[in-house]
């Protein structure tokens, strides 16, 4: 694993700075992946320009974090599961959808379950994109969403990458959602 260190505001190089204090303050606190890819400027804030577009787009916040959870467990992200679990559950997640995400199962909603379907084949690369998306449409979501949805895949996408390069610690407001992959 590459030593990443977990910079503070103080201690982060001088152009992440106010990206973190932007992070502090609308969180509370920086969280672990975002004070370790502050060692790169460049990555944080296109990580942080990736959220905020996603959360432009037109799925709701519930959704754009399921459909995060679902890359985290495809890809094994333990930090993101749990991460995106909190943010899911304060959003107003449903329970159920929630523990469906977390299991790489599928939610009883037909577009939840349709969406988090083609997450998983866009995250595995699998042939069945073209269905997946087909299927999605079919829910009534506009090809905007299902466009907006490749813009939820990417960002934590993105922070899959650090966390498989650095093994990122768990913050402790995210400890109550940890998880690990099962067989």
């Known amino acids: 694993m590459l030593e990443l260190e977990t910079h503070t ?3 982060a ?3 992440s700075q106010p ?3 932007g992070m502090h303050d609308a969180l509370g606190f920086v969280p672990n992946l975002a ?6 400027p460049a990555l944080l804030e296109a990580f942080l320009k990736l959220r905020e577009a996603n959360a432009k787009g037109s799925l709701d916040p519930v959704t754009r974090e399921l459909i995060a959870i ?3 467990t495809e890809t094994g992200c333990t930090y993101c599961v749990a991460a995106h679990s909190t943010f899911a559950r304060k959003q107003g997640g449903l329970e159920a959808a929630v523990a469906a995400a977390r299991k790489g199962g599928d939610p009883d ?3 939840l379950r349709a969406l988090l379907r083609f997450t998983r084949s866009v995250v595995q690369r699998r042939a069945d994109v073209p269905e997946r998306a087909a299927e999605v449409l079919a829910t009534g979501l506009t090809t905007a969403g ?11 996408m993105m922070a899959t990458s650090v966390h498989q390069l650095a093994a990122v610690p768990l913050d402790a407001a995210f400890q109550p959602e940890a998880w690990a992959r099962t067989a």
Not at 35 to 40: I, K, N, Y
Not at 149 to 154: D, F, G, H, K, Q
């Open 70 to 72: 679902a890359v985290a």
């Open 19 to 21: 990206l973190l204090k």
């Open 146 to 156: 299902l466009l907006d949805a490749l813009v939820a895949i990417a960002v934590p």
């Open 9 to 11: 505001l103080t201690t």
């Open 35 to 40: 004070a370790r890819m502050s060692e790169s």
């Open 109 to 111: 909603d037909a577009r």
């Open 13 to 15: 190089p001088a152009p």
